[in-house]
Structure formats: C-alpha cells, structure tokens
Nanobody, 120 residues
C-alpha cells in the first residue's frame, strides 16, 4: 500500500512560481513511477509530468515544458513539481499519483489533490 500527500498549492500572480510536493509512504520512492495530473472544474483530468521509476527519467506535457520541473528526493521520499512562469490556464487541482511500473497508463495510488490558482 502506498499513500500520497500533496502540499504546496496556493494562489499566485501570473508569472509567479509555486513548488508542489508529493510525500510518499509505504514504498521506496525510486521503485515508483510518480506522475502529476491536474483537473480544472468542468474539464477532464490531464497529465502534467512524471518521473519514472529507477534512474528517474522525466516526461512532461507540452503545455508545461520549459516551465515546470519534476524532481525526486529519495532521502525524503518526496516528489516535487517546481512550477515557474505560471499562467492563468494552469489553474487547477493538482494530484500526484504513483505506480510500481515504468510503463503503462494506469496509476494505482492517488493523493487527494492541492489547489493551484493563478490570477491575472
């Protein structure tokens, strides 16, 4: 069993930055693929970024490339999402999710989410 807890959400002005954290328990972090997703009201959940189990290769949605950075701190069992140059369209509830495989689309564990609001 893996438990995930997100933190770091808040409200910022356009162009500002936030750093989200996803604290994991129940499994050694490097053995998990951890992804960030977001969902705005009335819209479908979308993929944001992921760090793949093992070495820790990363992947990003086109909408956030060059602005967001996902990183993994194995000592703290925490995955971070550094969000820079935030835009109003980044406003959403952000969720972290984890799976024990490097491939596939199914995530077995989900956090409860943290709100990110970007004002113009």
């Amino acid at each position: 069993q893996v438990q995930l807890v997100e933190s770091g959400g808040g409200r910022v002005q356009a162009g500002g930055s936030l750093r989200l954290a996803c604290a994991a328990s129940g499994r050694t972090l490097w053995r998990l693929t951890v992804g960030w997703f977001r969902q705005a009201p009335g819209e479908e959940r979308e993929f944001v970024a992921k760090v793949i189990r093992g070495v820790g290769n990363t992947d990003y949605a086109d909408a956030v490339k060059g602005r967001f950075t996902i990183s993994r701190d194995n000592a703290e069992n925490t995955v971070f999402l550094q969000m820079d140059s935030l835009k109003p369209e980044d406003t959403a509830v952000y969720y972290c999710a984890a799976r024990a495989t490097a491939s596939g689309d199914q995530y077995d564990y989900w956090g409860k989410g943290t709100q990110v609001t970007v004002s113009s």
